[in-house]
Every structure is written in C-alpha cells, then in structure tokens.
C-alpha cells in the first residue's frame, strides 16, 4: 500500500535572491533554510558541526539543538520563502548524450554530465483585500523583468529597477506530511526567470504565468521530518 496524491498536494514557494548573506562567525537560526555559496575548506579536525552540504546545494538549519556556526570561508544565503499559490507547476529535468560508438559497440552513447533544468508555473493576480496592493511574490515576480514605482501620492517615489538576480524556486510535494515521524520531500532549485506573460480577459481571472531554468547551483531532492522530534 502507497500514498499518491495530485498536484494540489505540491506547494511551491519562490525567493527573489535579494535576501541576506551571513558569513565566518555567524550562528545558522533553527529550522532555516540556506544556499551555500561558499563553503570553508575541511579543518583538521574538521568541525562536528560545520556546513553540510557543497557549495551550490541548500539546507536546512537544526530545528531543535546545536546550530552550525561558520567557520571562516563560509557564506550562506539566507532563504526567504514566499508563497506562491500555483494553479499549475511543472518541472523538466534532461542530461544529454554522447555517440561513442564504434565497430566494437556500435550506436554506443554515454551521458554528457551536463543537467539541464527548467520549468512554468501559473497563478493568479492577489491583492490585499484593505490596501489593494499586490502581494510580495507577485510584485518581486514582475520586478524580474520590468522597473516598479512606489508613489506614495504625497510627492514621494521609490524607483525599483529591474532585477535579474538568481531567485530560487522550492517545492513541498508532500504538504500532507505531519510529524516527525514523516518525512517533507522537496524539489529545490537555484532559477533565473526567462519569460513572464499575464492575462486579463473578460471572462476570466487575471492570471500571469512565468517560466525559468537552472541558476548557478544544483537541483536537489531534500528531505527532512515534517516536525522536530519530540
């Protein structure tokens, strides 16, 4: 016997990459994911608690106990997530091939080692039902490709230029995980955003939909106990 769920199980979430950077002698905050950078060289002996994973990848600061504290040549971004309330999502990984065939093995291929990740995701437009402002992601998403003004409407403008910086993109596939006796799987990613086009019909919700592909970084599977062990 199985669980398997539809996609209204997976919860995306998005950072626009303008969060902070901590570096050597910073103290990691429970329970708080982070993209390492960089990491500091193994010591000898090396730090039982120092950065887990290479540089590139993400993780996620104890929930309970001993944070990692960084060592000198450590930086870690500082992951914010923002909810964004998908009506579709879809992912594509690929890795090509080379023809190394020949008269002993003919039509033989190996992988070529190059990932190649992309993928789209659907929402609709949210305002907040007191201010009418859009909410953050959706603003950060449009700041990805054109300049937002803040007029205050008393002579005050705040000018935001377009921001192409890496975002990254994660997903809860299993929301339905509880306790810590089950286990949280998501799909991680470092993005750059490639297309955004928006909808407003008559007869329809307004809708934008954005496409992306790989950053600087790689695509992992991470998984962790939906709560802190009792």
Same mark, same amino acid.
């Given at each position: 016997?199985?669980?398997?769920? /539809?996609?209204?199980?997976?919860?995306?979430?998005?950072?626009?990459?303008?969060?902070?950077?901590? /570096?050597?002698?910073?103290?990691?905050?429970?329970?708080?994911?982070?993209?390492?950078?960089?990491?500091?060289?193994?010591?000898?002996?090396?730090? #039982?608690?120092?950065?887990?994973?290479?540089a590139g990848m993400i993780f996620q600061s104890p929930r309970t106990?001993?944070q990692i504290t960084l060592q000198a040549g450590d930086r870690l971004?500082?992951?914010?997530?923002?909810?964004?309330?998908?009506?579709?999502?879809?992912?594509?990984?690929?890795?090509?091939?080379?023809?190394?065939?020949?008269?002993?093995?003919? #039509?033989?291929?190996?992988?070529?080692?190059?990932? #190649?990740?992309?993928?789209?995701?659907?929402?609709?437009?949210?305002?907040?039902?007191?201010?009418?402002?859009?909410?953050?992601?959706?603003?950060?998403?449009?700041?990805?490709?054109?300049?937002?003004?803040?007029?205050?409407?008393?002579?005050?403008?705040?000018?935001?230029?377009?921001?192409?910086?890496?975002?990254?993109?994660? /997903?809860?596939?299993?929301? /339905?995980?509880?306790?810590?006796?089950?286990?949280?799987?998501?799909?991680?990613?470092?993005?750059?955003?490639?297309?955004?086009?928006?909808?407003?019909?008559?007869?329809?919700?307004?809708?934008?939909?954005?496409?992306?592909?790989?950053?600087?970084?790689?695509?992992?599977?991470?998984?962790?106990?939906?709560?802190?062990?009792?």
């Open positions: 016997m199985v669980n398997k769920y /539809t996609g209204a199980k997976a919860f995306v979430w998005f950072d626009d990459g303008n969060s902070e950077v901590i /570096t050597g002698g910073s103290t990691t905050v429970a329970g708080t994911k982070y993209f390492v950078l960089e990491r500091a060289p193994v010591g000898t002996p090396a730090p #039982a608690n120092r950065v887990p994973v290479p106990g001993t971004y500082v992951i914010n997530e923002d909810r964004f309330c998908k009506t579709s999502a879809s992912f594509e990984l690929s890795e090509g091939a080379v023809d190394v065939g020949d008269d002993c093995h003919p #039509a033989s291929q190996i992988a070529d080692g190059i990932m #190649a990740f992309s993928g789209s995701a659907s929402g609709l437009f949210r305002y907040d039902p007191i201010t009418e402002q859009m909410d953050d992601v959706t603003e950060n998403i449009l700041n990805k490709f054109m300049d937002v003004v803040h007029d205050s409407g008393g002579g005050s403008y705040t000018i935001h230029p377009k921001d192409g910086k890496q975002a990254f993109v994660l /997903t809860l596939i299993n929301s /339905t995980a509880s306790g810590s006796a089950q286990f949280q799987n998501w799909l991680f990613a470092p993005i750059v955003f490639t297309s955004l086009s928006m909808s407003f019909g008559h007869g329809d919700p307004q809708s934008h939909d954005i496409s992306f592909v790989l950053g600087h970084g790689t695509p992992i599977v991470y998984r962790v106990p939906a709560a802190a062990a009792a």
